[in-house]
Structures are given as C-alpha cells and as structure tokens.
C-alpha cells in the first residue's frame, strides 16, 4: 500500500461521498444502502483472507475511514440534502471561476451528450466504472477521481432543475415525453358558429318586399 494512502492529504481528495460509494446523486436511501452493503462485502476481511497483506490492509482502511463515514453521511435525507448542496456549490464556483473542465474523457463526454440522454449516460458510465472502483489502492484513486468529476458535470446539466429526484433504480429509458400544451395545436375556425349578418337579411327582405 502506498505511503501517502491515507495520510490526511490523501484523504482530503475524496469529499465527495457518492464519488466513495460509487453511487448516483439521484440514489435515495434504499439503493443507497444496497451499494453500501455491496462494498462492504468486497472489502470484508473473510472475503479477502487470501489476498496479499497489503490489499487486505488498504481495504480495511478503505471501509474504516471513507466508505463506512460516507455512507453514514448519505442513509439520512437532510446528509444527503447538505451533500447535494455542498456539490452545488462546488459547481457553481468553478462555472463562475471558469474552472469546471474535466479531464477524464467520460466526463467530458457527459457535456456532450443530448438532453435526453444525460440521465442514462450518467448512470451507464458510473455503474462501469464502480464495477472494479474498490480493488485498489491505485483504482480507487483513478476511479473516484472520474467519479468525482462526472457528479459535477452532471449536476451542472441538471442544474437548470429545481429538484434532483432521487431513483431508486439506475438505468431510466431516455424518452421525449415532452407535454403539448393547448396553444400549440392547431385551431380549426371552420367549426366555429359565424355570427348573423343582418346587413344581407335586409337586403332578402327588401326584395321580398319588392316584388311581392
């Protein structure tokens, strides 16, 4: 394991909690604790009982120190709130600074992409990559890193939104499902009763009266 693993610099990379988990900002609490029981899993010791000392050292520290603390910051509703706004804040910042270029390629693709097809590229690239995120001390640097960066891309797509609504699924059908409103369809006037001409029903009065 390396020596700077977990030295208090180290730590300070990794504030984003969902970026630790490996989970979407939409996650409510039930998906949450689905990812969390997930990790915890990998990293437990009986399961690693073969792997060399110094994997089974990172991953004891790696659940210690950043996954069990991120997950006790994201099973509540208003930790979750404080994390989002946190994030938000950190977005809007580096949008008005100018600074919110990503250099990981996914991310990047992520300000790409259509409107429609945000959500479900979002959710497709991080389920990808937290397949192998806690592995390593070197993986799970690189990974969270990408991670971190593609949550604040994607909030900043999202940010013209009131309300992130929080899924208890991942992958959601991207789908036009865009309400017509009243004004935009076409008015047929034909139908309309037309009002009564009494300048014309004079005039047939007239030459009734006329030639009776």
Do not use: C
């Amino acid at each position: 394991m390396s020596q700077k693993a977990f030295s208090q610099e180290w730590l300070k990379k990794f504030a984003d909690p969902y970026a630790v988990l490996g989970v979407s900002v939409t996650a409510d609490e039930r998906r949450i604790l689905k990812r969390y029981r997930q990790v915890a899993k990998r990293l437990h010791p009986d399961i690693l009982s073969t792997q060399e000392t110094d994997i089974q050292e990172f991953s004891n520290q790696l659940l210690a120190r950043l996954v069990n603390p991120a997950y006790q910051r994201l099973k509540q509703d208003k930790g979750r709130s404080e994390a989002l706004a946190t994030l938000r804040f950190k977005v809007r910042r580096l949008s008005r600074e100018g600074r919110l270029t990503p250099a990981g390629t996914v991310a990047q693709r992520l300000i790409e992409v259509g409107d429609a097809e945000v959500d479900v590229f979002y959710e497709k690239v991080l389920t990808d990559l937290s397949t192998t995120q806690h592995s390593s001390a070197a993986v799970f640097e690189q990974v969270t890193h990408q991670l971190s960066e593609l949550n604040l891309v994607y909030l900043r797509r999202k940010m013209g939104e009131p309300v992130i609504r929080e899924k208890r699924t991942g992958l959601v059908a991207a789908a036009d499902s865009r309400p017509v409103s009243a004004s935009s369809q076409p008015v047929d006037h034909s139908s309309e009763p037309q009002p009564p001409n009494y300048a014309e029903r004079h005039a047939e009065r007239a030459k009734r009266i006329l030639y009776s």
